[in-house]
């Protein structure tokens, strides 16, 4: 079993100090107690059950977190009253939708509310919206029906066409006049590939200046992936991005699950083929119908047309993953020869990497 020391290590690993800030939700109640008498990385936040911070012998070390500077989170609503000292440590209450008995944003006379609070438990739209109205500064389980409602009222982006152009000729290993010739056409496209190429995260000592050149140092198969996640994120729908997110993060995660037995072709089409898992809800048209036009590796076209083939268990691993079914995730990753640390180790760093799809 995991100890809090490997839990940290793992974490810094991905999220070193002084980064962007991770909130650790522990479900062993012996790990979260070694956890809050560690001394994790200020960037770590920590969740505490209610009936925990209200114990005697959770006040020094919560009181000790606070002062380093740990944002803590309290779950759940108390059953008896938290010490007095405790009470300020926490910087947001997570509160489950259906045991919120606040009914709008402004307190009833005589309450004061010193902490924001965060909505768990939603699983519809009209939840969504309601735990906004109310004052919530964030909810958990933000529904992807969401997504599948804007598609409906809103076309499909223009830039997409140019993408799957663009797809269509890296798939046949087109000349590279003939790319750079559609990269020109679209300025805002060819922009977000300059923009790409000369991140500091790409690593290059030069800077790129030309498509001819950006084209060459991406080579064929690193083009494509650049272009289904483009195809993923051609939208400026707010209520999409949740929907997008995701299908970034499947195509993360279904990468590194092979990163240490897999070959890069494989890893390339498992990428894509997490990152395509969502396009038929984003677009709204059937994956049959999109892949007339979409060039996909027949691999990538049986997982998600006929959820069939040897990447369609990959997808219902990380379908477990984010159902949190325990039961599915023994059975899929034994049948992957997979151990629990290998998917746990693949989730951390997918999450890591995908800070930079903000």
């Known amino acids: 079993e995991l100890d809090c020391g490997e839990l940290l290590a793992m974490v810094a690993d991905v999220w070193p100090g002084d980064t962007t ?10 790990l979260l107690r070694d956890l ?102 964030a909810v958990l389980g933000w529904p992807l029906e969401y997504a599948d409602a804007m598609v409906a009222k809103k ?6 066409r140019t993408v799957v152009d663009l797809m269509q000729k890296v798939d046949r290993e087109a000349p590279i006049d003939q790319i750079e010739v559609l990269l020109k056409g679209d300025p805002t496209l060819a922009f977000r590939l300059m923009r790409y ?82 396009l038929d809800r984003m677009l709204g048209q059937p994956f049959a119908q999109l892949f007339e036009s979409i060039p996909v590796h027949e691999r990538v076209r049986s ?9 369609a268990p990959y997808l219902e691993l990380v379908a477990a993953v984010e159902q949190a079914s325990m039961f599915d995730l023994r059975s899929i990753s034994e049948s992957l020869l997979l151990e629990p640390a290998d998917v746990n180790r693949a989730v951390m760093q997918s999450l890591g990497v995908a800070q930079d799809f903000k």
């Open 21 to 30: 800030k991770v909130s650790l939700n522990v479900a062993s109640e012996q």
């Open 303 to 311: 997982a998600l047309v006929d959820q069939t083939g040897a990447y």
């Open 155 to 160: 076309a499909v982006p223009s830039g997409i």
């Open 197 to 278: 190429i000369n991140s500091p995260g790409f690593g290059l000592a030069v800077e790129v200046s030309s498509f001819r050149h950006a084209i060459m140092m991406l080579g064929y198969a690193r083009l494509k992936r650049w272009l289904a996640l483009l195809l993923v994120t051609a939208t400026d729908a707010a209520a999409l991005r949740p929907m997008m997110f995701a299908a970034v993060r499947r195509g993360l995660i279904m990468e590194e699950l092979v990163r240490n037995q897999g070959d890069e072709t494989m890893r390339g089409e498992l990428f894509i083929c997490g990152v395509f898992s969502l």
């Open 36 to 137: 809050m008498a560690s001394q994790p990385s200020t960037n770590v936040m920590v969740e505490v059950p209610a009936f925990m911070a209200s114990e005697e012998t959770s006040v020094a070390p919560l009181l000790a977190l606070s002062k380093r500077g740990n944002t803590l989170l309290l779950k759940g609503r108390p059953v008896n009253p938290l010490p007095r000292e405790v009470l300020p440590c926490f910087r947001y209450s997570m509160v489950d939708a259906a045991e919120d008995r606040r009914t709008s944003a402004v307190a009833a006379p005589g309450i004061v509310r010193t902490m924001e609070f965060v909505q768990s438990g939603v699983t519809t739209v009209e939840e969504v919206e309601a735990s906004f109205r109310r004052g919530a500064k």
